[in-house]
């Protein structure tokens, strides 16, 4: 089960400042026989959060260039929503959270984050 279309966050107010550390990992698709095959679907990295005081994880579509920038580089999300999987058990159900973005980008110095390359707004306006 998930949700529709994720929970929009507020950047500012859920993340603060974010500093990149480093690739986490990537998913790879499965063939129909269950291996798994060269086709990468999503790539995750692990960013500082100072408002969660923690390393946080976060994905990025695998068709987005991989991301090698310095190390405590401050860097901004565009468009990230926190989304869930659950799955069901025979004790109830266990919910995994996680966090989504179109793309991770690097922070100018001047408080404009670098170029979006025109990313639409996701989710739905506040009402």
């Given at each position: ?37 060269d ?44 989304d ?44």
């Open positions: 089960m998930r949700l529709a279309n994720g929970i929009v966050l507020d950047k500012e107010k859920t993340f603060g400042t974010l500093k990149f550390s480093a690739l986490r990992h990537e998913v790879r698709a499965e063939n129909d026989d269950g291996s798994t095959s086709e990468i679907t999503r790539r995750t990295y692990d960013l500082k959060c100072s408002v969660q005081e923690r390393m946080i994880q976060v994905s990025i579509p695998a068709d987005i260039p991989v991301k090698d920038y310095p190390y405590n580089a401050e860097v901004e999300l565009v468009n990230p929503v926190a869930t999987v659950a799955n069901a058990n025979y004790r109830g159900v266990v919910v995994d959270w996680y966090i989504k973005a179109d793309d991770i980008i690097l922070k100018n110095k001047g408080g404009q984050a670098g170029n979006p390359q025109n990313h639409a707004p996701q989710g739905q306006p506040k009402k």
